[in-house]
């Protein structure tokens, strides 16, 4: 049974059975500069954090669900909720569809609408931020795309294979109700 369904995906938990998965795709170091990854994962800490998996987010302040097609069920990246606030109603979001063959077609601002939803009307969530890269292009679409807006520009904010970069911060306000 999975969480939250909708046209061509479904958002699950995280699965014992993904460790191997989780393994390739958080040592992955095309996604390092993005996730802020400095080491590889080794397989018992991943093995370890996906155990722990069953806190509750206000315990744990994250939570990790697997994004896979509904059509075949096969797992196609993850969405993260990050620094969750339940005090000033705000998290952060993340979000990676692995297989770039899979990008710009609507899976991740499916995604990412599945996720607003459940932030919003299920957690209460007044507001969702992330982080993105000035040049990651694809990324500020996908965000922009599901209503976040830039609301600032951290300088030289990320150090990476291009040097320090500029970093984006992006808002999603929950309209008033």
């Known amino acids: 049974m999975?969480?939250?369904?909708?046209?061509?995906?479904?958002?699950?938990?995280?699965?014992?059975?993904?460790?191997?998965?989780?393994?390739?795709?958080?040592?992955?170091r095309e996604n390092?500069?993005?996730?802020?990854?400095?080491?590889?994962?080794?397989?018992?800490?991943?093995?370890?954090?996906i155990e722990n998996t069953?806190?509750?987010?206000?315990?744990?302040?994250?939570?990790?669900?697997?994004?896979?097609?509904?059509?075949?069920g096969k797992a196609i990246g993850t969405l993260d909720i990050f620094d969750f606030d339940p005090f000033h109603k705000r998290a952060g979001v993340g979000v990676l569809i692995a297989d770039a063959s899979l990008r710009n077609n609507g899976l991740g601002s499916e995604s990412l609408a599945l996720l607003k939803a459940y932030c919003f009307d299920h957690l209460d969530i007044n507001q969702l931020f992330c982080n993105v890269l000035t040049d990651n292009k694809g990324s500020l679409k996908l965000f922009e795309k599901v209503?976040?807006?830039?609301?600032?520009?951290?300088?030289?904010?990320?150090?990476?294979?291009?040097?320090?970069?500029?970093?984006?911060f992006l808002q999603l306000i929950r309209e008033k109700r």
Not at 7 to 17: A, Q, S, Y
């Open 32 to 49: 390092w500069e993005v996730s802020g990854t400095l080491l590889p994962f080794s397989r018992d800490l991943m093995r370890r954090y």
């Open 2 to 28: 999975n969480w939250l369904i909708g046209d061509k995906i479904e958002l699950r938990p995280v699965e014992p059975e993904d460790l191997d998965l989780l393994l390739d795709w958080e040592n992955n």
């Open 147 to 168: 209503g976040f807006a830039i609301s600032g520009c951290k300088k030289e904010w990320v150090r990476g294979s291009k040097g320090f970069q500029d970093e984006y």
């Open 54 to 72: 069953h806190l509750s987010i206000y315990q744990t302040g994250q939570l990790r669900l697997i994004i896979q097609l509904k059509d075949s």
